[in-house]
């Protein structure tokens, strides 16, 4: 587990770069925590930028994925967040396979999915500290997500 202190946007931004350096050739599938403004979708948009999309990348809270394909590596962005417990059940396969291969997965308000998920994966708590800083706090599950977290400093 490693927590990461951003103070501003620009630390924010350090980190997902930092974070998209070591995701750029194998990918990795992140759950993300945190509430409503915390920065998830903040997060996801910065790494998306390091990583060549140049589209704009917007929440997927109303569309459930978002995908892009123009990037160094494929970003399929969930917002499980309208579809709570049960509706998470209903996708948990196409969950797991975004998770295969060569691709970056970002699955916001993955609370609803607790103990559903068992992919090698890291997850992403973000904790809301002032206007503009947040806790960013990192914890592996796996031995993907291991090596990529023992890479973030
Ligand atoms: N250090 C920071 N890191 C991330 N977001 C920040 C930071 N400081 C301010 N913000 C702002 O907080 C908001 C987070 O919103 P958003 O990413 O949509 O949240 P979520 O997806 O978690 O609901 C954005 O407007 C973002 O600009
Ligand atoms: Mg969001």
């Not at 998830?40 to 978002?66: D, R």
Request: include cysteine; charge should be negative.
């Amino acid at each position: 587990m490693k927590t990461f202190v951003c103070k501003n946007l620009d630390d924010t931004d350090l980190l997902a770069e930092k974070f998209a350096k070591l995701v750029e050739n194998d990918g990795c599938f992140v759950c993300m925590f945190g509430d409503i403004g915390a920065g998830k979708t903040a997060f996801v948009k910065k790494v998306a930028k390091h990583l060549g999309v140049e589209e704009k990348v917007t929440s997927p809270s109303f569309v459930i994925l978002n995908e892009y394909h123009c990037g160094k590596i494929p970003i399929f962005h969930f917002d499980l967040y309208r579809l709570e417990n049960e509706g998470v059940r209903t996708i948990l396969d196409e969950l797991e396979e975004y998770s295969q291969g060569r691709c970056l997965t970002f699955a916001e308000w993955a609370e609803f999915s607790q103990g559903e998920i068992p992919l090698d994966r890291l997850e992403i708590q973000i904790e809301y500290v002032a206007e503009t800083e947040r806790n960013f706090t990192f914890i592996a599950y796996g031995e993907k997500a291991q090596t990529i977290l023992e890479g973030l400093n």
